[in-house]
Each structure stands twice: as structure tokens, then as C-alpha cells.
């Protein structure tokens, strides 16, 4: 079974910028549509961005619609998440995420799961 691994989280000042990182081990989703998802202390995950296996069509939520930007690199077998003008309400755990259905949107059209990279945002 496929794991999948994130990297890239941190602490940052608002304004700033991450780059994450979501790898595949023991296996492979470069012909699967991916997305990242994120979850805040006392909150349910929720969407963030999804792209579909060619790269070609992606996702975002309104909240960060214009700031972050989903990638992926088909030979590196790897799915990218920079996030710009970071805000303090972007702090969360953040998630890859393998998708198995046909909603980029809807967590449960999501399988294999990432352990998550915490992203902290500061005012």
C-alpha cells in the first residue's frame, strides 16, 4: 500500500511563504488525482487544493484561491503546495491526500492519507 509522506511545514510570519512537499513510498499515485487537505486545533479537516493525475485541472478553496498553488511533477512522482501571503488562520496540520473518487472537493472521496506537516502561521 502506497504512503504517502509531507514535508516542508514550519513556522513562518504572516506574509510569508511555505513550499510543501507530498512524496510516494511503496508505491505510486502518479496516475491518481491528489489533493491537501487541513486541520485546525478544535476543527474538522478541510479542503485546501486538489489536482487531477495530469496536472492539468486544479481546485481551491475560496480561502486560498489567489495565494497557494497546487503542482505536480509526474516523473518525481510528487505533489507540491506553495502557499504565499500566509495568514494566521492558514495554521493547521495539513494533509495529503490520494484521492479514490470523482470529487476533488469531498474528504471522502479521499483514501490513502499522509501523516501530516504542521504549518504555523504568526501574527
Not at 479542503?47 to 484561491?65: E, I, L
Not at 503542482?71 to 505533489?79: L, M, P, Q
Not at 495539513?94 to 506537516?117: E, H, I, V
Amino acid at each position: 500500500q502506497v504512503q504517502l509522506v509531507e514535508s516542508g511545514g514550519g513556522l513562518v510570519q504572516a506574509g510569508g511563504s511555505l513550499r510543501l512537499s507530498c512524496a510516494a513510498s511503496g508505491g505510486t499515485f502518479s496516475r491518481y488525482a491528489m489533493g491537501w487537505f487541513r486541520q485546525a486545533p478544535g476543527k474538522e479537516r478541510e479542503f485546501v487544493a486538489a489536482v487531477n493525475w495530469s496536472g492539468n485541472s486544479t481546485y481551491y478553496a475560496d480561502s486560498v484561491k489567489g495565494r497557494f498553488t497546487i503542482s505536480r511533477e509526474i516523473a518525481k512522482d510528487s505533489v507540491s503546495l506553495q502557499m504565499n501571503n500566509l495568514k494566521p488562520e492558514d495554521t493547521a496540520v495539513y494533509y495529503c491526500a490520494r484521492r479514490a473518487g470523482f470529487k476533488p472537493y469531498l474528504l471522502s472521496d479521499y483514501g490513502d492519507w499522509g501523516q501530516g506537516t504542521q504549518v504555523t502561521v504568526s501574527s
